[in-house]
């Protein structure tokens, strides 16, 4: 079955506790991307990945880092979570970047969502 | 100019009735809308996608109607049912920009029987 998988789906640490959380997809997408959900502001990007080695800042990528060492994997990493990141998190994947190519349309796969809760 | 601005925030629906969520851009390089549906405890999932060639797509009971002029676009759901309740996101990207997604502020739809 074609999926992204996130783990853990629930986590609650202590501020400075460096957590990562990972992300898994199956089907040989190049695109990876991890988001953020908070009421009222939608869902922000914090990183994305085109493809092995090469990943960027989204629009929110601050306390965050991640790496792209696989083409499955795309792990999310807080080095030292502040409460200001709790949170719903998402990872997505698409064979490319939406809408990359012109006239082309890309889906974006999402995971299940990891709810964080930093104390 | 990066931002969707979508609404409303929330929105009430009688089983039967029509659904009308709305969504507004500025950035004129954008080129493909998709709309995404998120159920409780899951991740959102493609609904439906327009690109600005065409005014309106429709499939099954679900329409997006496209005013490139104006910068908007909306999301019809026609006979909506107590299933369709879920939290629907507009977003918006543009080639250039190799295909980020910019995502609403998300509406929350719920359909009483």
């Known amino acids: 079955e074609a999926q992204v998988t996130q783990n853990p789906r629930y986590l609650i640490t202590v501020t400075g506790k460096k957590l990562t959380v990972t992300c898994s997809q199956n089907m040989n997408h190049e695109y990876m991307s991890w988001y953020r959900q908070d009421p009222g502001l939608g869902l922000r990007q914090i990183y994305y990945?085109?493809?092995?080695?090469?990943?960027d800042k989204g629009d929110v990528p601050e306390g965050y880092k991640v790496s792209r060492k696989e083409k499955r994997n795309f792990p999310l990493i807080l080095e030292s979570p502040s409460p200001n990141q709790t949170s719903l998190y998402f990872c997505a994947s698409s064979l490319l970047g939406t809408g990359a190519l012109p006239g082309h349309q890309e889906t974006q796969y999402f995971g299940p969502g990891t709810r964080l809760l930093v104390l | 100019q990066q931002q969707v601005k979508q609404s409303p925030q929330s929105l009430i629906v009688q089983k039967g009735g029509i659904s009308i969520i709305n969504c507004a851009y500025e950035n004129t390089a954008f080129d493909y809308f998709p709309w995404y549906q998120q159920f409780p405890g899951k991740g959102p999932a493609l609904l439906i996608a327009i690109r600005p060639d065409v005014s309106e797509k429709k499939e099954g009971r679900f329409t997006i109607s496209f005013n490139k002029s104006a910068k908007q676009f909306s999301l019809h759901i026609m006979d909506s049912q107590p299933g369709d309740s879920a939290t629907y996101f507009c977003?918006?990207?543009?080639?250039?920009?190799?295909?980020?997604?910019?995502f609403g502020q998300g509406t929350e739809l719920s359909v009483k029987p």
């Open positions: 977003a918006a990207s543009s080639t250039d920009q190799g295909g980020k997604l910019i």
């Open positions: 990945s085109m493809n092995v080695e090469v990943t």
